[in-house]
């Protein structure tokens, strides 16, 4: 049964960062696009990033372009969303998720495959 397991949220001050880690079991990430989302209190479950199967495309959420960074590493079977400059907007429960597919699609209810969350809260 494949599975999610983010980790990596915390208590951050503004512009200070955080690395969130998302680790595959029961299937390889390398075949599966891999989204990042986050749902505050409150509002629907938005899209943050991902990364594609195809040829490693990265796509971002207008709101964090230029501060954050989907990364992954095949050997460890994981993916990592690299946080900066982060604002108290960026509070939230942040989620990764997998679906069968070479590119990202932008859509929640497309994925198959969903971590647990963890939280980040972005206060001074």
């Known amino acids: 049964q494949p599975q999610l397991m983010e980790s990596g949220g915390g208590l951050v001050q503004p512009g200070g960062s955080l690395r969130l880690s998302c680790v595959a079991s029961?299937?390889?990430?390398?075949?599966?696009?891999i989204g990042w989302f986050r749902q505050a209190p409150g509002k629907e479950r938005e899209g943050v990033s991902c990364?594609?199967?195809?040829?490693?495309?990265?796509f971002y959420g207008d709101s964090v372009k230029g501060r954050f960074t989907v990364s992954r590493d095949n050997a460890k079977n994981t993916v990592y969303l690299q946080m900066n400059s982060l604002k108290p907007e960026d509070t939230a429960v942040y989620y990764c998720a997998a679906v069968i597919a070479s590119m990202c699609p932008p859509w929640v209810n497309a994925y198959n495959y969903w971590g647990q969350g963890t939280q980040v809260t972005v206060s001074s």
């Open positions: 990364f594609s199967t195809s040829d490693g495309t990265t």
């Open positions: 029961g299937f390889t990430v390398d075949h599966y696009a």
